[in-house]
């Protein structure tokens, strides 16, 4: 069965940084796209940021670009999701998840293409 376990979630302060992990087991790694999510209380959900697996595309959204950066190692079946200048605004719920394409519509990731979810790991960024 597939199973998405992240990792790395904390808590720092304002212009701090984290690395968040995504252990990927039980299907294909190879050739799938992976996304990471962010919800926070009371506010819907956001993609953040995704990755082929399989070859060199990735997407960022407008609130984090410049600051996350979404990798992999294939020999690992992880994607990794590197936090830079974390701010107030960042805290939530992050969570990985599997998706089938077109994963992205009007210019966001759309959770409903993303059939396998991991159990979320919390960040919170104190100001």
């Known amino acids: 069965q597939v199973q998405l376990v992240e990792s790395g979630g904390g808590s720092v302060q304002a212009g701090g940084s984290l690395r968040l992990s995504c252990a990927a087991s039980g299907y294909t790694y190879s050739s799938k796209y992976m996304g990471w999510f962010r919800q926070a209380p009371g506010q819907e959900r956001e993609g953040v940021a995704a990755i082929y697996t399989g070859g060199s595309f990735t997407y960022y959204a407008d609130s984090v670009k410049g600051r996350f950066t979404i990798s992999q190692d294939n020999a690992k079946n992880t994607v990794y999701l590197q936090m830079n200048s974390l701010k107030p605004e960042d805290t939530a719920m992050y969570y990985c998840?599997?998706?089938?394409?077109?994963?992205?519509?009007?210019?966001?990731?759309?959770?409903?293409?993303?059939?396998?979810w991991g159990q979320g790991t919390q960040v919170t960024v104190s100001s």
């Open positions: 998840a599997t998706g089938i394409p077109p994963i992205i519509s009007a210019g966001k990731l759309v959770a409903g293409r993303f059939a396998y």
